[in-house]
């Protein structure tokens, strides 16, 4: 039987603490699609959630078909724009052969975040990856994006405090200062929502696993999460230990 995501992250935290040497053959490889928007922050997430977890992480960047070739253990779609993410990603063949990828298997682990979510849930052509349909741009323009506490369903240690240190504001896509005011109190998740999509519906296949105000902000099917937040705007690394979980799960066999 597949051990549990906590049964890794256990065994991962007792390597920390120095019980049991890092077996350093154990390497995930993360996929990091370089499409457009908050991919470096992505960067930096994994980095900080590996050295959590005590795991050795790779983060493979993306750009072309090709760099898929090596293979890689989970995949990160981050949020921008979907538009000229499936626009930039035409000419190198580099988000068909994503879809090539996720559709291969439905338990390889996927991280989508805002527009990754909608490039999950409407594929340009293809099955949509979730039973879920999603709205572009649903709680208005730039000046309604809002960041508000989320609660999470998800089997991943939360690991106090979650509260929000640092934010990039060296892209025009995440103007939000955020602070830790009324956030993280480590339960809920300090979600960041930058013209974000809503789900319209969610099918019986899909998982809910983040609610703000009771409405779903993220869902999981296989090893297919989405979220219609920017997890990766926050020092709050749960999202990020959970995808290297799941590849670390995998590559354990
Ligand atoms: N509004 C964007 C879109 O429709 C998503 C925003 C985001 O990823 N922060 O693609």
Same mark, same amino acid.
């Given at each position: ?48 959630? &590996?050295?959590? !977890?005590? %795991? ?7 750009? #072309? +078909?090709?760099?898929? @070739? ?14 000229t ?53 649903a ?11 989320? &609660?999470?369903? !998800?089997? %991943?240690?939360v690991v106090?405090?979650?509260?929000? #240190? +640092?934010?990039?504001? @060296? ?8 602070s ?71 590559? &354990?066999?």
């Amino acid at each position: 039987m597949a051990p549990t995501a906590s049964a890794v992250i256990v065994a991962l935290k007792r390597r920390v603490e120095g019980r049991v040497a890092p077996r350093r053959a154990m390497s995930i490889r993360i996929g990091l699609a370089m499409l457009q928007g908050a991919r470096h922050e992505h960067a930096q997430a994994i980095v900080g959630a &590996a050295e959590e !977890l005590g %795991v050795d992480a790779e983060i493979k960047v993306l750009r #072309t +078909s090709g760099d898929l @070739d090596g293979g890689i253990d989970a995949l990160i779609l981050p949020g921008g724009e979907s538009t000229t993410m499936r626009i930039a990603s035409r000419h190198q063949g580099l988000l068909e052969s994503l879809y090539e990828w996720m559709n291969d298997d439905p338990q390889r682990p996927v991280l989508g975040t805002c527009a990754g979510a909608i490039l999950m849930c409407s594929p340009p052509s293809g099955p949509p990856l979730l039973d879920a349909e999603i709205n572009r741009n649903a709680w208005g323009r730039q000046a309604k994006s809002f960041q508000a506490p989320v &609660a999470v369903f !998800l089997d %991943v240690e939360v690991v106090p405090p979650a509260v929000i #240190t +640092s934010v990039s504001t @060296d892209n025009a896509h995440h103007p939000l200062v955020v602070s830790s005011d009324g956030l993280g109190d480590g339960e809920t998740f300090p979600g960041v929502f930058i013209r974000a999509p809503r789900f319209s519906s969610i099918g019986t296949e899909a998982t809910v696993v983040a609610e703000f105000e009771g409405e779903v902000v993220g869902i999981l099917q296989g090893g297919r999460l989405a979220l219609t937040f920017h997890p990766e705007l926050t020092s709050d690394r749960r999202f990020h230990r959970w995808i290297i979980s799941q590849a670390a799960i995998r590559a &354990a066999g």
